[in-house]
């Protein structure tokens, strides 16, 4: 049974529109065909614009990182597997306490499926993972105004892409790659994908080209070296682009 209050108050229902979606609508939405498949596919982007503390991406992290564990065979495979996995969520929330929330209720979420498997494969905790989770869900989920595409400080929304590189000496190399939330949604109605305006559609985020990039340079964006997945955590910024 689903005890958790779906409003904080009647004012914030007023003004922002601020209901939240019960566990069970959560499921049936989640289970519709197209959607349900992406769930199931770690590399698939979800975008929830009105994440508030995370009802759908929650949700989807919990059946992604299920998903990673039944196509591990070490602990190792796992925390790649569910960092990839994690990597290709999103969330914008333009309400401080709720963003807090979001990123403390994935991180949870994270974490619970980590502890799980790291006593299903009897192996050891790595900081290091737990470092990378964080940093991947600090920077995907996002406090701003999904309408006007601006942070609380009126910047540009920046999303960063995990681009995951092929296997070298059996481990992923990530590369992080960021692009305005303007240039994103442009970019995808210029090419006819899923529209913003539909929670948990799955975006073709990230599929700018070579041109279009060019343009979107005047936006001050930071470059980051590659790195192993598990060094995220770690990730150095190269130099200003
Ligand atoms: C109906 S609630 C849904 C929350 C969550 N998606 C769920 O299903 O539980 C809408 C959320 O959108 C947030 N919100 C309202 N206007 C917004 C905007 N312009 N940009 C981003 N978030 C917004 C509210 O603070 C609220 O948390």
Redo the contacts with the bound molecule.
């Keep these: 049974m689903d005890e958790k209050p779906l409003m904080k108050s009647k004012e914030r229902v007023r003004q922002?529109?601020?209901?939240?979606?019960p566990k069970w609508i959560v499921d049936k939405m989640l289970d519709q065909p197209g959607i349900k498949e992406a769930t199931e596919n770690l590399r698939a982007t979800f975008l929830?614009?009105?994440?508030?503390?995370g009802?759908?991406l929650v949700e989807i992290l919990n059946r992604r990182l299920n998903l990673a564990y039944q196509q591990s065979n070490s602990l190792r495979e796992y925390e790649e597997n569910a960092l990839i996995g994690l990597s290709t969520l999103y969330g914008?929330?333009?309400?401080e306490d709720?963003v807090e929330m979001l990123v403390m209720n994935l991180m949870s979420e994270f974490e619970m499926h980590y502890y799980d498997a790291i006593h299903k494969y009897s192996g050891n905790y790595s900081n290091k993972v737990f470092q990378s989770a964080k940093v991947i869900i600090s920077a995907n989920m996002v406090q701003?105004?999904?309408?006007t595409h601006l942070t609380q400080e009126n910047t540009p929304i920046i999303f960063s892409e995990w681009k995951i590189l092929p296997k070298k000496y059996g481990k992923h190399k990530v590369e992080r790659i960021e692009s305005t939330f303007e240039d994103i949604i442009e970019q995808n109605e210029s090419n006819g994908s899923a529209s913003t305006a539909h929670?948990d559609e799955q975006l073709d985020l990230f599929a700018l080209d070579e041109e279009q990039e060019e343009d979107t340079e005047e936006v001050p964006k930071l470059r980051y070296k590659v790195v192993d997945l598990l060094d995220i955590g770690q990730q150095i910024v190269e130099e200003i682009a």
């Design positions: 922002h529109g601020e209901v939240f979606t929830e614009p009105s994440a508030g503390e009802a759908f914008i929330e333009l309400l709720n701003g105004n999904a309408l929670q």
